[in-house]
């Protein structure tokens, strides 16, 4: 082979291979997540100042995008969206974590923090006969199935994360 055409292989691939990266559409980046930060017995939910753990039912978590590593914690799913509904919260927070109450009982002494997921991927039970810190509260499942299994058994009507408002509250 020319020299020539080998150096213009070569460019090829290198112009192929940048033109493919910057082409991508981030997954990686999408993907990427916080981890849960443990729930600890003196923990206050950054809404209301309750004690997180000493109430049933699914927890919350909200990074916001201007301070990093910083989580605001919440004694429920109804507490967090209270917070993230909020016009100025909603465009600064980055990521959400709720409970997955599939896989966690409902109840205050069950909390692990092994169980958190997406919130903007769940599914929501709202209306339920279950409470949590400050009463009514969504019950948070990383399955549709589960969510309308739950709705079923305890009442409530299931929502997206998109279709939670005040109203919903």
Not at 51 to 74: S, Y
Request: hydrophobic residues 40%; proline residues 2%; glycine residues 6%.
């Amino acid at each position: 082979m020319k020299p020539y055409k080998f150096l213009t292989l070569i460019c090829s691939l290198v112009l192929l291979s940048t033109a493919l990266i910057a082409c991508s559409d981030n997954t990686e980046k999408k993907q990427m997540l916080h981890q849960a930060v443990a729930m600890e017995s003196a923990d206050e939910c950054h809404l209301c100042g309750m004690l997180i753990t000493r109430f049933d039912g699914p927890k919350g978590e909200v990074f916001r995008k201007e301070q990093g590593d910083k989580v605001f914690k919440f004694c429920s799913t109804r507490d967090m969206f209270s917070y993230y509904l909020d016009p100025e919260n909603t465009r600064n927070v980055s990521q959400m974590l709720v409970h997955d109450m599939s896989k966690m009982p409902w109840g205050s002494d069950s909390i692990d923090d092994k169980y958190f997921i997406d919130a903007k991927s769940a599914w929501y039970v709202v209306g339920s006969e279950k409470t949590g810190a400050m009463g009514a509260t969504l019950a948070s499942f990383s399955q549709q199935e589960d969510a309308k299994a739950f709705a079923i058994e305890f009442g409530g009507k299931v929502l997206s994360f998109n279709d939670i408002n005040f109203d919903a509250l």
